[in-house]
């Protein structure tokens, strides 16, 4: 099992940014890949970034492509979620992930993100 702890959330003004951190512990050696979701209330979960943990692929959800940057330094174990251009709409929790293998996925415990207008 991973261990997840995100940080950097908080409240922001449309238009602003925010850097989200996630670092990871545990069964580390086993991960694949790392992302975020997030999920605002009501609604379901959504897919907003992940990297491969070996090598440089990155993936993005439609909503936030062009603003949000995901990296990961693999040494400290953490992965980094660059928010820039902040709307109302992305207001929710973000939760970070670690993929394993046969379908394993590990979640952190969540940090609330809020954009005000």
């Known amino acids: 099992q991973v261990q997840l702890v995100e940080s950097g959330g908080g409240l922001v003004q449309a238009g602003g940014s925010l850097r989200l951190s996630c670092a990871a512990s545990?069964?580390?050696?086993?991960?694949?890949?790392m992302g975020w979701f997030r999920q605002a209330p009501g609604k379901a979960r959504e897919f907003v970034a992940a990297a491969a943990w070996s090598g440089s692929s990155t993936f993005y959800g439609d909503s936030v492509k062009g603003r949000f940057t995901i990296s990961k330094d693999n040494a400290k174990k953490t992965v980094y979620l660059q928010m820039n251009s902040l709307k109302p709409e992305d207001t929710a929790v973000y939760y970070c992930n670690a993929d394993g293998p046969s379908g394993m996925r590990d979640w952190g415990q969540g940090t609330q993100v809020t954009v005000s207008s």
């Open positions: 545990g069964r580390t050696s086993s991960m694949y890949a």
